[in-house]
């Protein structure tokens, strides 16, 4: 069973990778929303949307690294919301997996208006 895995009385409890990571991301104001990969813009087409994109890897030693693609909103400090998303991830990640965080890239994939 993954770390990110538990059971129940119930059955079995699985949180997907993304999920946390999506939710921490896009509850920054500046941060527009979540940019795209292919996956994600394919998914975007036939009209859902989904935190695809982000990207995260859990080693054999439980370290974690999270990759996210975002949009910021024009008029932002990019750095500045930048670290704000690294920092409110790396919290979230944290308090809800017990897993140890070693890096969080944020790749900037562009600015939009309003």
Do not use: W
């Amino acid at each position: 069973m993954a770390k990110e895995d538990s059971r129940t009385d119930l059955g079995l409890i699985r949180i997907h990778k993304n999920v946390i990571s999506c939710l921490a991301a896009t509850e920054i104001e500046g941060v527009k929303r979540i940019g795209t990969n292919f996956k994600s813009g394919v998914m975007e087409l036939i009209g859902k949307k989904a935190c695809f994109a982000i990207n995260v890897e859990i080693n054999k030693n439980e370290e974690v690294k999270v990759e996210i693609p975002l949009i910021i909103k024009y008029g932002y400090n990019i750095p500045e919301i930048a670290g704000r998303v690294q920092e409110s991830v790396r919290n979230s990640l944290e308090k809800m997996t017990n897993l140890m965080i070693k890096d969080i890239d944020i790749n900037i994939q562009g600015i939009e208006r309003g």
